[in-house]
């Protein structure tokens, strides 16, 4: 027994001292051009009863209880968030320079207490504004593990805030919409596919005239074109996979493999916008999943449906894309 518990002990020294050994602090910053007056984006940092509307978080717990104080948008104001999956805190501005910066800080409550400064600073571009966000904090002794994990995910959550707020401000400008829609079970389908591997420019280069010939050899038989992806590494922004089309038994012979998916269980996900944001919308696809606590089936491929041809959309906010990520459960 004295030697269990001295080993125990060992153990509990040595992830201490790890520990001790780790700077637990970062320091993230993003930023975006809105098409807006400086004034606009300003006020809309500023009074916090906008948040909610473009929120990276609450985007997955829209259910969440929200409260302001009076004064939210004076130095001193605040709001609070208490939800079950997104945690509990508060945000507070500390000092705001009119049109120039909002110097906030963020207190987060559960799921593990810390407090953070945050940083807004806005610039005029000929007309426009250049934002930009950031937080500078550290991690709990005990989380200091984390900080590697922490800085790239906080990137993408205020990559996909700032585009949710382009959205907020501009809902006529191109802009990214996401609905979150539940578990769908998929059929199996045979298809034709040209793979890929590399960044989100490689796999776009290679979608456009991808899927022009796999249409033109499926004739009037070809499905919706589709991305089927066997790897997506959202934090290195690689991507591995297929440019796909479903085909039917008549369609026409070709050079083309015929390939069979097997279908299951997915957690569906429409995405209206720019192709350009649909690695956001991934990231928000995945991120709902891990909060909602979906497990994930790392076996079966995700997918990638293109419901229309946006060369051929006038306007880029109705292109219409679906996502399903592979879940387990169903069949």
């Known amino acids: 027994m004295v030697i269990v518990i001295s080993i125990i002990a060992g153990l509990i020294a040595l992830a201490a001292i790890y520990l001790a050994s780790l700077d637990g602090s970062y320091q993230v910053r993003r930023s975006l051009q809105i098409n807006a007056p400086v004034k606009r984006v300003f006020a809309a940092i500023q009074d916090l009863k906008t948040w909610p509307e473009w929120s990276p978080w609450l985007l997955h717990e829209p259910e969440t209880k929200v409260i302001y104080s009076e004064d939210c948008q004076q130095e001193g104001g605040f709001y609070s968030w208490d939800g079950k999956l997104i945690g509990a ?21 559960r799921p593990f207490k810390s ?15 250049l934002i930009e966000w950031e937080m500078i904090g550290s991690l709990p002794f005990l989380f200091r593990f984390m900080t590697k994990q922490v800085e790239p995910m906080i990137s993408k959550d205020y990559d996909l805030g700032l585009a949710l707020l382009n959205g907020y401000l501009l809902p006529t400008e191109p802009h990214l919409s996401i609905s979150f829609c ?15 591997s590399g960044n989100l420019r490689d796999m776009q280069v290679v979608r456009k005239p991808g899927l022009i010939a796999l249409e033109a050899a499926a004739g009037e038989n070809a499905g919706l074109g589709l991305t089927i992806y066997r790897q997506i590494d959202w934090r290195q922004s690689h991507y591995r996979g297929e440019i796909a089309i479903p085909i039917t038994e008549s369609s026409a012979k070709s050079n083309y493999s015929n390939r069979l998916f097997k279908g299951g269980n997915y957690f569906k996900v429409e995405v209206n916008g720019d192709h350009k944001f649909l690695p956001l919308a991934w990231y928000a696809a995945f991120s709902h999943c891990r909060m909602h606590r979906i497990k994930l089936d790392k076996s079966r491929p995700s997918l990638e449906i293109y419901h229309n041809n946006p060369e051929a959309v006038g306007d880029s906010n109705l292109i219409e894309t679906t996502l399903y990520v592979s879940v387990k459960g169903g069949r």
């Open 89 to 109: 805190g508060k945000l507070s501005h500390l000092e705001i320079n009119p049109d120039s910066r909002i110097h906030q800080q963020i207190e987060f409550i």
């Open 115 to 129: 407090v953070n400064q945050v940083n807004w600073y806005f610039a005029n571009k000929n007309g426009s504004t």
């Open 182 to 196: 539940g578990s769908e079970s998929l059929d199996n389908f045979q298809y034709w596919s040209i793979p890929f």
